[in-house]
């Protein structure tokens, strides 16, 4: 059973507009959600957090919002580079457990 | 701070044999994890220690598996007697004690190690 759902592989934005990534959860038990970017032949790089108390964080061109009743949570990139291009997973926990990733989202900015 | 480094960067075994990978994490990280990756997959946990103490081991850690961090500081996984399904990234992250620094909360991984089973 998939806790953390991301039904798009792909996304592909031209650069100085908006990519949207989004992400479903099921457990209702998450209480801390992240996004995590990755190049290839690397490992995942920490992008940007939200605590469940939370519906907004931004940090610089990174904004993530929560939607905790339809347990849904969208990553938003403004405005999109290509260097932004890379495979981006969605995480989440409970206080003290390990994290569960989604299946990642490739997005591809072209310029 | 160096990171999170992982040796060897890959590994190409023929199967059955032994394979043994170690992760380094920051030194100041108490929270030491290990992480499989396969094709079109996200990381999917494998187990994880606190300090010396393996708290939690997944499902997908078959009895051939086996992690150890003696001492607190470097850890070790080692697979015996390897299948071509072992085939995966293994990652390794670390990280401090949720509520410590809660800007650091992310795990910081490693860039892995590539196991190849042939």
């Known amino acids: 059973d998939q806790q953390v759902k991301q039904n798009s592989p792909s996304l592909s934005v031209q650069e100085g507009r908006i990519s949207i990534l989004n992400c479903d959860y099921t457990?209702?038990?998450?209480?801390?959600f992240l996004w995590y970017k990755k190049y290839p032949a690397e490992g995942p790089t920490f992008l940007i957090s939200?605590?469940?108390?939370?519906d907004k964080n931004e940090d610089g061109r990174f904004t993530v919002f929560l939607n905790k009743s339809a347990k849904h949570l969208s990553l938003h990139i403004v405005p999109s580079q290509p260097g932004d291009s890379a495979v981006y997973f969605c995480?989440?926990?409970?206080?003290?457990?390990?994290?569960?990733f989604g299946k990642g989202t490739t997005l591809s900015v072209s310029s | 701070d160096t990171g999170v480094s992982q040796d060897p960067r890959h590994k190409i075994t023929k199967r059955g044999q032994n394979v043994t990978f170690r992760c380094d994490p920051i030194?100041?990280?108490?929270?030491l994890y290990w992480y499989r990756q396969t094709l079109g997959q996200g990381p999917e946990f494998l187990t994880y220690?606190?300090?010396?103490?393996?708290?939690?081991k997944s499902r997908l850690l078959s009895d051939r598996f086996s992690a150890e961090r003696p001492k607190g500081s470097f850890s070790t996984l080692e697979i015996q007697r390897t299948e071509q399904g072992d085939s995966a990234m293994y990652l390794c992250?670390?990280?401090?004690?949720?509520?410590?620094?809660?800007?650091?909360?992310?795990?910081?991984f490693g860039s892995g190690t590539r196991l190849t089973v042939v």
């Open positions: 992250a670390s990280s401090r004690l949720a509520g410590q620094a809660k800007s650091n909360y992310g795990y910081t």
């Open positions: 457990n209702s038990m998450f209480d801390y």
């Open positions: 939200i605590s469940s108390i939370k």
């Open positions: 995480a989440a926990n409970q206080a003290g457990t390990a994290l569960i």
């Open positions: 030194s100041e990280h108490n929270r």
């Open positions: 220690f606190q300090n010396e103490a393996q708290l939690e």
